[in-house]
T-cell receptor, first 114, second 112 residues
């Protein structure tokens, strides 16, 4: 079974530029998550989708971050304009719906804003 | 507000000995707990989980213990191997929400 796919793996951009990350979840997983992990910290949830609807985006900085999950499969996370403090690993994860589930992570997209 | 806490940023253990990683949580609604292992430049990998109806779950060298009254869980690795050197994250979920909250991680070094 293929895992969660993410791209690009690494990206370096200047502040105020824009960047987009793509995620393809495990086939059949209805729930998709985007997490931000800053060095030395644990993953922090940015947004959670159930199929193509948003379940929770309370910690998404909506003035600069946006995410979509068209057709309930792939998802894109965009940052525009980027700030230095956005330097982090952006982790996509997916799970089946229901209780007692495990979430599975992709390898992450590493962003450096200079 | 950090709902899941790992108070030890790092731990060093001799190969063959037991590694014990600890995790505390504050939200009494959490009823499902997981441990993830993360190597540098990779995403977290699922290791083991436990439901709140149990107090212990074992998988090979890995055992997770849950103390609901203390809101505490621990991961035991025995015997520890150099390949276990990684950052370990605990996570907690209230299954009604299907949301997961992570601790800040403990970096384990197993010394050969």
């Amino acid at each position: 079974e293929a895992g969660v796919a993410q791209s690009p793996r690494y990206k370096i951009i200047e502040k105020r530029q824009s960047v987009a990350f793509w995620c393809n979840p495990i086939s059949g997983h209805a729930t998709l998550y985007w997490y931000q992990q800053i060095l030395g910290q644990g993953p922090k949830l940015l947004i959670q989708f159930q199929n193509n609807g948003v379940v929770d985006d309370s910690q998404l900085p909506k003035d600069r971050f946006s995410a979509e999950r068209l057709k309930g499969v792939d998802s894109t996370l965009k940052i525009q304009p980027a700030k230095l403090e956005d330097s982090a690993v952006y982790l996509c994860a997916s799970s089946t719906s229901g209780s007692g589930n495990t979430i599975y992570f992709g390898e992450g997209s590493w962003l450096t804003v200079v | 507000d950090q709902q899941v806490k790992q108070n030890s940023p790092s731990l060093s253990v001799q190969e063959g000995r037991i590694s014990i990683l600890n995790c505390d949580y504050t939200n009494s609604m959490f009823d499902y707990f997981l441990w993830y292992k993360k190597y540098p430049a990779e995403g977290p990998t699922f290791l083991i989980s436990i439901s709140s109806i149990k107090d212990k779950n074992e998988d090979g060298r890995f055992t997770v213990f849950l103390n609901k009254s203390a809101k505490h869980l621990s991961l035991h690795i025995v015997p520890s191997q150099p390949g276990d050197s990684a950052v370990y994250f605990c996570a907690a979920s209230a299954t009604s929400s299907n949301q997961f909250y992570f601790g800040t991680g403990t970096s384990l070094t197993v010394i050969p």
